[in-house]
């Protein structure tokens, strides 16, 4: 494994249409689909993923993947090898966890050098539906993936829309 740091690439638009190794969704701890990213991957991706998804929670996730870990599946009819599946921190009005926020990160990255990937999309994750403050969030990201060893040479943040992408452009400037 490389420590070299990988390119960050921002793109604006939507995750399900990159065509990289490793596509990261911003799951719910059931892996079964959701809203957001996650309902988007699913549909996108077909049942394939699902069936995966499934087969997870029969096995060694019967109470659900643990917010911070990852795990990953077939990537379906998506243009990648894999998906890995990630469990953002909810924020509420105390805050977050932000190392949890971080290991999403961390882990989706280890768990793509186990596979071999050398590309990999991920989302701004938990800023939907599970309310991280979108400006931290980029923050996390971005510091956590330039401090990572990994031998991915290309992280992509694939952001839905101006916001994000902006916010995500000041962290790399």
Same mark, same amino acid.
């Given at each position: ?8 690439? /921002? ?26 990213? !996650?309902?988007?991957?699913?549909? +996108?991706?077909?049942?394939?993923? /699902?069936? !995966?998804? +499934? ?55 280890? /768990? ?62």
């Amino acid at each position: 494994m490389s420590s070299s740091r990988a390119a960050i690439v /921002l793109v604006r638009g939507d995750i399900t249409e990159q065509s990289v190794d490793v596509i990261v969704n911003a799951a719910n701890s059931s892996l079964l689909g959701g809203g957001g990213v !996650d309902g988007a991957i699913h549909r +996108r991706g077909g049942p394939a993923i /699902l069936e !995966d998804c +499934r087969r997870l929670r029969a096995s060694q996730y019967g109470k659900g993947l643990a917010t911070g870990q990852a795990v990953a599946t077939t990537a379906g009819r998506l243009h990648a090898r894999h998906v890995i599946h990630t469990v953002g921190p909810v924020w509420q009005a105390s805050g977050g966890d932000p190392s949890l926020l971080a290991s999403c990160y961390r882990e989706s990255l280890r /768990l793509a050098d186990e596979l071999g990937a050398r590309t990999i999309a991920f989302p701004a994750i938990s800023t939907g539906a599970y309310g991280w403050p979108m400006e931290d969030a980029a923050r996390i990201a971005v510091e956590t993936v330039r401090g990572a060893e990994t031998a991915v040479e290309e992280v992509r943040f694939v952001l839905f829309d101006e916001r994000a992408y902006e916010a995500f452009a000041k962290r790399l400037s």
